[in-house]
């Protein structure tokens, strides 16, 4: 048997919490969630914030994948990441930016 532990190689806690480095992620310049489809009554909850939508209050954006995330929380979680919150499916594949 070994006595190796996985622990000694890698730290949890410090991966979840190092800030991402901006030249690691890969964005689009020219990407606007205003260009998202809009869905104007949805139940639910969105995924990044965990709260719930409120049907004719909350601007709800679609991406290609089908999840939908209040517009707010899904533009502050692209400028950081290129893919979906939920199933990281690449946003910037299949979406054709209109310039």
Request: net charge negative; with cysteine; proline share 4%.
């Given at each position: 048997?070994s006595?190796?532990?996985i622990d000694?190689?890698?730290?949890?806690?410090?991966?979840l919490?190092t800030p991402v480095?901006?030249?690691?992620?890969?964005k689009?310049?020219d990407f606007r969630v205003?260009?998202?489809?809009?869905?104007s009554?949805?139940?639910?909850v969105?995924?990044?914030?965990?709260?719930?939508?409120?049907?004719g209050k909350?601007?709800?954006k679609?991406l290609?994948?089908n999840?939908?995330?209040?517009?707010?929380?899904?533009?502050t979680w692209?400028?950081?990441?290129?893919?979906?919150?939920l199933c990281?499916?690449?946003?910037?594949h299949?979406?054709?930016v209109?310039?």
């Open positions: 048997m006595t190796f532990s000694s190689c890698f730290d949890l806690d410090l991966a919490t480095q901006s030249s690691l992620v890969t689009e310049p205003a260009e998202l489809p809009t869905v009554s949805i139940g639910g969105c995924m990044i914030c965990m709260e719930e939508f409120n049907r909350d601007v709800a679609r290609a994948c999840h939908v995330y209040h517009e707010t929380c899904v533009s692209l400028s950081q990441n290129n893919s979906c919150p990281r499916c690449s946003i910037f299949h979406m054709k209109v310039t």
